[in-house]
């Protein structure tokens, strides 16, 4: 006979796994320090790809003053000038993305906690099935 | 409110049976507009430039995340230009790559900001999306919506600057930087862009931080408030920066995106507050303040079941008289051809005259309704009374049958004695 019950937590069960799941679930795989640190990680490479293209835009769009500057030996005073720029941008960018990792990472493990607690629930539900049987035998 | 509410669910129950095909076909509808206007921004490339390329792109962005569909979008746009000028769709490409590893990576879910703000910026109505926004996204939607119009403007101002870089593969250096020159000075000085990232940040920020109390439609207040505080900002904006914003788009704007997020809202989540109630209680480790208010359903609604008890008789009859009269009305209007039309306020006296006497035939139905009842009852007493006392007499009859009988034996077995008696005499 089916249990309605039962079927109502593995419904809820299967609908997280089609729709928060996929990503929480992945995410739950590393611990927090790793997911976060990975993260930062890509954001500084993303951030660097960035930057160097908006330099080069940059270089394009000033090319006079910036042909002039390394003709009068500046060059080192425009390229501390871009490292300071940089600089800034990751400490920004890594307080930013340090503060939406750990948010992004604690909100999935909290949809994980009430996955895994429909989890038990099922189980507790598959235990009572098997009492049962062996009971018939 | 009852038939708003009842209607409502309705809607809600059909989207989640075929919520799936809604899915899709609102993905198909909103990609294909995105396609057509990309169409008839760029549309130099003539393969892409096509109805039925443009319907099948739609089709598959329509079953593949949203996030993936901005980027078909952007590799519409690069082969677009790369048709224009190669230098130009290079600094595009560069322009998209930036855009979206420095903002566009941390909204993964919010792709539909981006793509509806180009689509609704061809009819003006791009000042709906922060209302929208809003309410149904994180702040940081402010971010997409922003690059959205920055990426309209971007491209108006790339087109324009074929002139000058020469179309093709033309390559001229100094050209180049002539162009680029004049699409950063365009862009950066574009007024219309700094006053929507203010206006759209303002906005959200403004409906989020209400959306943070509790007080009684708390929902429909942020939505109101976001408007107000929208055309507010458009306007000091407008004025500050003198700008030559489109009013009317800014108020038909604010007012579209007003009602479209009031109605989403209602979609989404209708509560009660007649029937919101306080809870206080504590465990372990918190103590709980706890504001329950009931969803509105039309459950809520459902007319409660007659009992069988009640008369039904009367409201039937009632029923009845009502369909009989008004289906002679005009019948009898009818047959009546010399009767002069009276004027609008006779006609009110006449119509109330005859909602009088129905209504006083409807009283005289179920007055003899009640009558006829209390007859039945009353009937039912005297048969019941009547069978009391036949019961009565046939418990008499039947006793003065059993002394009869009893008597008749007693007879019986005094002749047998007796009988017995003289067959004994004459037997001695």
């Known amino acids: ?137 | 409110m009852t038939q708003l509410i009842i209607m409502r669910d309705k809607i809600v129950r059909i989207m989640r049976e075929y919520e799936t095909w809604f899915l899709i076909a609102a993905k198909f509808i909103g990609m294909l507009f995105v396609f057509l206007y990309v169409n008839s921004a760029l549309g130099y490339f003539d393969i892409l430039n096509n109805t039925m390329t443009n319907v099948l792109l739609a089709l598959i962005c329509s079953i593949i995340p949203g996030s993936l569909s901005v980027f078909i979008v952007a590799a519409v746009i690069v082969v677009h230009m790369f048709n224009l000028s190669i230098v130009l769709a290079l600094l595009t490409l560069v322009v998209i790559i930036i855009l979206y590893l420095m903002f566009l990576r941390f909204a993964p879910n919010q792709t539909f900001v981006l793509l509806a703000v180009p689509v609704l910026m061809q009819w003006n109505l791009h000042y709906l999306i922060p209302v929208v926004a809003g309410v149904f996204f994180t702040p940081y939607a402010v971010v997409p919506a922003i690059a959205g119009v920055f990426m309209v403007k971007f491209l108006g101002y790339t087109t324009a600057a074929v002139s000058i870089t020469g179309e093709g593969a033309a390559f001229d250096p100094e050209a180049i930087m002539n162009a680029l020159n004049t699409i950063i000075s365009q862009v950066t000085a574009d007024k219309e862009i700094w006053i929507y990232a203010i206006v759209a940040a303002v906005t959200i920020a403004v409906i989020f931080i209400i959306r943070q109390f509790s007080f009684d439609y708390v929902w429909y207040v942020s939505i109101g408030v976001g408007a107000v505080v929208e055309v507010m900002a458009a306007l000091i904006c407008g004025s500050v920066l003198s700008a030559e914003l489109s009013f009317p788009a800014v108020i038909g704007g604010a007012l579209l995106g007003l009602i479209i997020a009031a109605i989403l809202q209602f979609m989404d989540c209708a509560v009660d507050y007649s029937q919101k109630e306080y809870l206080q209680f504590e465990d372990d480790k918190y103590y709980y303040y706890v504001k329950a208010i009931p969803k509105l359903e039309s459950d809520s609604f459902s007319q409660p079941v007659q009992s069988k008890s009640e008369p039904v008789q009367p409201l039937k009859a009632l029923k009845e008289a009502l369909a009989q009269k008004t289906a002679k009305q005009p019948k009898e209007a009818n047959q009546n051809p010399q009767s002069v039309q009276p004027v609008e306020s006779d006609q009110v006296t006449n119509k109330t005259i005859v909602f009088e006497k129905q209504a006083q035939e409807v009283k005289d139905i179920i007055q003899k309704q009640r009558e006829q009842a209390q007859e039945s009852k009353q009937e039912k007493e005297t048969i019941t009374s009547d069978t009391d006392s036949q019961e009565q007499t046939f418990s008499e009859d039947s006793q003065k049958e059993k002394n009869l009988q009893e008597a008749s034996e007693n007879e019986n077995t005094e002749q047998v004695v007796k009988d017995s008696e003289e067959t004994n005499e004459t037997e001695n």
Not at chain 1, 3 to 30: C, F, P, Q, T, V
Not at chain 1, 79 to 97: N, S
């Open chain 1, 1 to 137: 006979m089916l249990n309605k019950e039962k079927i109502r937590w593995m419904s809820r069960a299967s609908i997280y796994e089609k729709h928060e799941g996929r990503i929480d679930l992945k995410r739950n795989k590393y611990f927090f320090g790793d997911y976060v640190r990975i993260n930062l990680l890509k954001n500084l490479i993303g951030l660097t790809v960035a930057y160097l293209l908006i330099v080069g835009i940059y270089a394009v769009y000033h090319f006079e003053e910036i042909f002039m500057m390394m003709a009068n030996m500046q060059a080192m005073v425009l390229v501390r000038e871009m490292l300071l720029i940089y600089v800034l941008l990751v400490i920004i960018y890594t307080a930013a993305g340090l503060a939406y990792y750990v948010w992004q990472y604690q909100s999935s493990h909290k949809r994980v906690k009430k996955y895994y607690r429909i989890l038990r629930h099922i189980e507790k539900f598959d235990e009572a099935d098997d009492k049962v049987q062996e009971e018939k035998k």
